[in-house]
T-cell receptor, first 114, second 113 residues
Framework: DSGVTQTPKHLITATGQRVTLRCSPR?????VYWYQQSLDQGLQFLIH???????AKGNILERFSAQQFPDLHSELNLSSLELGDSALYFC?????????????FGPGTRLTVT | QKEVEQDPGPLSVPEGAIVSLNCTYS??????FMWYRQYSRKGPELLMY????GNKEDGRFTAQVDKSSKYISLFIRDSQPSDSATYLC?????????????FGKGTSLLVTP
């Protein structure tokens, strides 16, 4: 158990809908990262927040948005969902002073869009 | 062409063998190189992190970076059945607006007793 929690574990929804994925980082970690993993694209970096501020943006679609709240938990919002958005969504966190070279991943949220 | 290429395998080896996992990349600006291990139905776990060319050793694992050839490797000595997992390489390049982080698609490894 990495200490990073993600809810829900599974989510099934229809095309065109909007969902919110939630992530709580490890105690003391200020950074939160979001990733998408699908069979055809592999693992893709979406976005990184540090203490509430966006630090880096990867291959995140305009239909997707994220934020990190004052209590450091983060939410990833996915809207106008398409079949191709079906994937595993991982959140990771890292301690202050480190970065992607010391990340702890959560168990993921499996999103199925029908 | 993807920026990071990795043979998906599967790679099957007997217990005790030396395993070699590799990635090639096209962006010569990549500065940091990582290897992750991912067990089935779990999140990735960072194994090794290197900066610049050369070797880095951690227990049974050795990461090697050859920037001139744009090639990185992960060697696993005395492989164990518990090493059976998917191994992903990742590379990072910093920029004024943050950084880019690219992953290979992963190599599936099976170590048989």
């Amino acid at each position: 158990d990495s200490g990073v929690t993600q809810t829900p574990k599974h989510l099934i929804t229809a095309t065109g809908q909007r969902v919110t994925l939630r992530c709580s980082p490890r105690s003391g970690d200020l950074s939160v990262y979001w990733y998408q993993q699908s069979l055809d694209q592999g693992l893709q970096f979406l976005i990184h927040y540090y203490n509430g501020e966006e630090r880096a943006k990867g291959n995140i679609l305009e239909r997707f948005s994220a934020q990190q709240f004052p209590d450091l938990h983060s939410e990833l919002n996915l809207s106008s969902l398409e079949l191709g958005d079906s994937a595993l969504y991982f959140c990771a966190s890292s301690p202050p002073g480190t970065g992607v070279h010391e990340q702890y991943f959560g168990p993921g949220t499996r999103l199925t869009v029908t | 062409q993807k920026e990071v290429e990795q043979d998906p395998g599967p790679l099957s080896v007997p217990e005790g063998a030396i395993v070699s996992l590799n990635c090639t990349y096209s962006n010569s600006a990549f500065q940091y190189f990582m290897w992750y291990r991912q067990y089935s139905r779990k999140g990735p776990e960072l194994l090794m992190y290197t900066y610049s060319s050369g070797n880095k050793e951690d227990g049974r694992f050795t990461a090697q970076v050859d920037k001139s050839s744009k090639y990185i490797s992960l060697f696993i000595r005395d492989s164990q059945p518990s090493d059976s997992a998917t191994y992903l390489c990742a590379m990072r390049v910093d920029s004024n607006s943050g950084y880019a982080l690219n992953f290979g698609k992963g190599t599936s490894l099976l170590v048989t007793p």
